[in-house]
């Protein structure tokens, strides 16, 4: 699955392409911590089973945060009249982090509990799409086997919380960076561009 520093990476990315005139350390930063908060999720699995991937990666979560900045960012709405354009633009381009560097990689990956705790399932998008000679077009992401199981079933192993249930002493405990060769592309590349845009900016923007 995903690790953190791949979800900041997707971020990195995000902040950088949409932030525009916003673009800045400060701006930035906002952007990764909100794309890291589902990941702690994952300190919750020890008390509560089946606790990481539902607690923090439900889509509820960036839902109500972009319904807040809807309301927020009206004419004469509290966060405009607080942070003004600019403020709102970075409030939208976090949540659009949170929801795209923070969810999606692992609901593309393993699963996440979508609806969670309005409806226990997780779901994963996973498959392929192909053109072949003999069956035409064939995509196997929308199938039935998306749904991964429930809090009750299903467990991610974190460096947190390793194995379901109580652990031993000597139990291994697995901190990812990294788990494959695409992924440390993704790595470089958003926050190398996220890097070259600060070096360009000079701070600038904050």
Known sequence: ???TLVHLAVAALVATALLGPAFGPRSLLLALVAAAVPDLDAFAGPVLPGAHRALGHTFLLPGLLAAAVLVGARRNGWLRARVGARGV???WVAVAALFVGGVLPDLFTNGVNVL????DAFYAVDGELLLSNQRGVVQTF???SARVGTTETVHY????DPTPGA????VERR?????SGLELMLVLA?????AARLVETRGGAE
């Open 116 to 119: 969670y705790p309005l409806h």
């Open 167 to 170: 652990e031993t002493a000597d």
């Open 175 to 179: 901190f990812y960076l990294v788990q």
């Open 89 to 91: 633009r970075v409030a």
């Open 1 to 3: 699955m995903p690790s």
């Open 157 to 160: 192993s974190t460096g947190v």
């Open 142 to 144: 929308v199938e039935p």
């Open 190 to 194: 958003g926050l190398g561009v996220a």
